[in-house]
């Protein structure tokens, strides 16, 4: 059975920084592609970052670029979300998810991800 589970949310200053991890169980997890996304209230759920493992890449979304970066933990089975320069429109909650149907193909659509964790708060004080 999958399971995927985010921590690390909470409150931060304007310019300040967050690490939200992603803990993915029941998976091989140097497999598949792997996720963020957030959703802001009354927001539609917005990409966030990808890793990819058939290369090592990752893929950012636009308001985060040079800010976020994702970084794995193998041995842990963890997926981390390092948040700098962070600004009040960060607010929102953090999703984390697993694409288990494809290694290669690159989607940065939530509609293509198939097990998703719970999300955590992520709330931005200006």
């Known amino acids: 059975q999958v399971q995927v589970v985010e921590s690390g949310g909470g409150l931060a200053q304007a310019g300040g920084s967050l690490r939200l991890s992603c803990t993915i169980s029941?998976?091989?997890?140097?497999?598949?592609?792997m996720a963020w996304f957030r959703q802001a209230p009354g927001k539609e759920r917005e990409f966030v970052a990808a890793?990819?493992?058939?290369?090592?890449?990752?893929e950012y979304g636009d308001s985060v670029k040079g800010r976020f970066t994702v970084s794995t933990d193998n041995v842990r089975n963890t997926f981390f979300l390092q948040m700098n320069k962070l600004k009040p429109e960060d607010t929102a909650v953090y999703f984390c998810?697993?694409?288990?149907?494809?290694?290669?193909?690159?989607?940065?659509?939530?509609?293509?991800?198939?097990?998703w964790g719970r999300g955590t708060q992520v709330t931005v004080s200006s």
């Open positions: 998810a697993y694409n288990s149907r494809t290694s290669v193909h690159r989607y940065y659509s939530e509609h293509r991800y198939d097990y």
């Open positions: 029941g998976v091989t997890f140097d497999q598949h592609p």
């Open positions: 890793f990819w493992w058939t290369d090592g890449t990752a």
